[in-house]
């Protein structure tokens, strides 16, 4: 089982381990190398120049644990983007997809959006995957979409919406 709850600065130790992973800096855009800094500013702030951005530790229900970060933010008005990573000792697990349902069903009635989005880069299957277990649809390929480390990168794009939950 898994929980979501707000960030702690108890949290930054984890947090720093979980993002010296290659694969975290390879398919986000967390930093790397990334340092005690980097997650101190998460904590406090989240993302800069996201509208609306809230961001949640993913914890293990038993023990608080930290197994990833789940996160999401209006990108217009009535539709939401929802963004994460799982710490590569909890992944192949269930955890993001679970992470997923329990935001995007608290974000649709909390929130009222009538979409919300999720996007992977190209060949990142896992999260995909990750994606369609939690009942989004593959729209498709939106090419030279977004910034990502300083450059622009093609997108795939996935979405629900409320009745799809």
């Known amino acids: 089982m898994v929980t979501l709850r707000e960030w702690r600065e108890s949290d930054i130790p984890a947090i720093v381990e979980a993002c010296q992973d290659p694969e975290v800096a390879r398919w986000t855009n967390?930093?790397?190398p990334y340092g005690e800094e980097h997650a101190r500013e998460f904590v406090a702030h989240g993302i800069p120049g996201r509208q609306d951005d809230l961001h949640f530790a993913v914890v293990d229900a038993d023990s608080d644990a930290l197994l990833g970060s789940i996160g999401i933010w209006t990108v217009q008005e009535g539709v939401g983007e929802i963004g994460y990573w799982v710490a590569a000792s909890a992944r192949r697990r269930g955890v993001a997809v679970r992470s997923v349902r329990l935001l995007v069903a608290w974000a649709f009635e909390a929130r009222g959006y009538a979409r919300i989005q999720l996007h992977t880069l190209p060949g990142h299957e896992p999260s995909a995957?990750?994606?369609?277990?939690?009942g989004f649809k593959r729209e498709g390929l939106l090419r030279s979409f977004a910034m990502m480390k300083g450059g622009r990168t093609d997108i795939v794009m996935f979405s629900l919406l409320p009745g799809e939950l």
Do not use: H, M, Q
Request: aromatic share 0%; no cysteine; proline share 11%.
């Open 30 to 32: 967390v930093p790397s």
């Open 129 to 134: 995957r990750v994606a369609e277990r939690a």
